[in-house]
């Protein structure tokens, strides 16, 4: 099992930035594949962005194409996700996945350990 722990979060106004972090524990970090998902109020929680081990492989939803970038540092054990002119429909509870695993499967069906979560919230 890999323990995370997400920070980053906050309130901010449309267009603004933000900075997550997810800093892991209990495995070879380097081995982790590595995912963030949200959850909005009254809705599923969905994929967001994924990064393979290497860091060579990157994919985004849609909807944060050009403006979110996923990043991992496995120095530091630390995976972040910038978030570039953040709009209100961003708002949500925002959640660092991993598995050890060489597949990137967007899906949450594919990621056995999860963080608590961290609130982003981004008024218009």
């Known amino acids: 099992q890999v323990q995370l722990v997400e920070s980053g979060g906050g309130s901010v106004q449309s267009g603004s930035s933000l900075r997550l972090s997810c800093a892991a524990s209990?495995?070879?970090?380097?081995?982790?594949?590595m995912a963030w998902f949200r959850q909005a109020p009254g809705k599923e929680r969905e994929f967001v962005a994924i990064?393979?081990?290497?860091?060579?492989?990157?994919y985004y939803q849609d909807s944060v194409k050009g403006r979110f970038t996923i990043t991992r540092d496995n120095a530091k054990n630390t995976v972040y996700l910038q978030m570039d002119s953040l709009k209100p429909e961003d708002t949500a509870v925002y959640y660092c996945?991993?598995?050890?695993?060489?597949?990137?499967?967007?899906?949450?069906?594919?990621?056995?350990?999860w963080g608590q979560g961290t609130q982003v919230t981004v008024s218009s």
């Open positions: 209990g495995r070879a970090f380097n081995s982790l594949t």
């Open positions: 990064i393979g081990w290497s860091a060579g492989v990157t």
């Open positions: 996945a991993a598995e050890q695993t060489l597949a990137i499967r967007p899906s949450r069906e594919a990621f056995g350990s």
